[in-house]
T-cell receptor, first 114, second 112 residues
Framework: TQLLEQSPQFLSIQEGENLTVYCNSS?????LQWYRQEPGEGPVLLVT?????EVKKLKRLTFQFGDARKDSSLHITAAQPGDTGLYLC??????????????FGQGTILTVHP | DTGVSQDPRHKITKRGQNVTFRCDPI?????LYWYRQTLGQGPEFLTY????????KSRLLSDRFSAERPKGSFSTLEIQRTEQGDSAMYLC??????????FGQGTRLTVV
């Protein structure tokens, strides 16, 4: 069974601070996706990282995929109250009996206070 | 194309009743996923399809849960003899084979 460990589970910070969310696994993934979810809504895709060592930037958000494609991080610079939400990482299985299956981490609840 | 569509958005049912949810994926997406999510947690895998074939079903699912995708387009998820523990958000997602998945807005089930 492939597991994704996401940390921290909760993050409460002040506007303007920086933060990093981590997503770790002992398994290799063909790609890793980051989502943001607001209460009562479905997850919205932020980014997909595919290549080991890949770094993608989306305005104040920086996503990194580990060299071995087992882990990823999301860094937010100068957080704003609008960044508040549940952040989810999800790995796409690279092979085996669950090839192509999407597995989620437990999520990080981010609260940014004005 | 308006994305993944789920119906209904909300469902309140009495314990013991059967419920059925529908998911219409993005057209031409051949993969369709069902997940269950409780408040503040990550989505829990239920099952997924490639076209009309059900590739995997979670071992956590009881026999009361069944999903179909008869023509490889829309899918239904049925829960028989609902229990209070079934109360959750049920999410559907679709993808074009092995690629990024896009989610619907979910169906919120409340069993009373």
């Amino acid at each position: 069974t492939q597991l994704l460990e996401q940390s921290p589970q909760f993050l409460s910070i002040q506007e303007g601070e920086n933060l990093t969310v981590y997503c770790n696994s002992s398994s290799v993934f063909s790609s890793l996706q980051w989502y943001r979810q607001e209460p009562g809504e479905g997850p919205v895709l932020l980014v997909t990282v595919v290549t080991g060592g890949e770094v993608k930037k989306l305005k104040r958000l920086t996503f990194q995929f580990g060299d071995a494609r087992k882990d990823s991080s999301l860094h937010i610079t100068a957080a704003q109250p609008g960044d508040t939400g549940l952040y989810l990482c999800a790995g796409l299985s690279a092979g085996g009996t669950s090839y192509g299956k999407l597995t989620f981490g437990q999520g990080t609840i981010l609260t940014v206070h004005p | 194309d308006t994305g993944v569509s789920q119906d209904p958005r909300h469902k309140i049912t009495k314990r013991g009743q059967n419920v059925t949810f529908r998911c219409d994926p993005i057209s031409e997406h051949n993969r369709l996923y069902w997940y269950r999510q409780t408040l503040g947690q990550g989505p829990e895998f239920l099952t997924y399809f490639q076209n009309e074939a059900q590739l995997e079903k979670s071992r956590l699912l009881s026999d009361r849960f069944s999903a179909e995708r008869p023509k490889g387009s829309f899918s239904t998820l049925e829960i028989q003899r609902t229990e209070q523990g079934d109360s959750a958000m049920y999410l559907c997602a679709s993808s074009a084979y092995i690629s990024e998945a896009f989610f619907g807005q979910g169906t919120r089930l409340t069993v009373v």
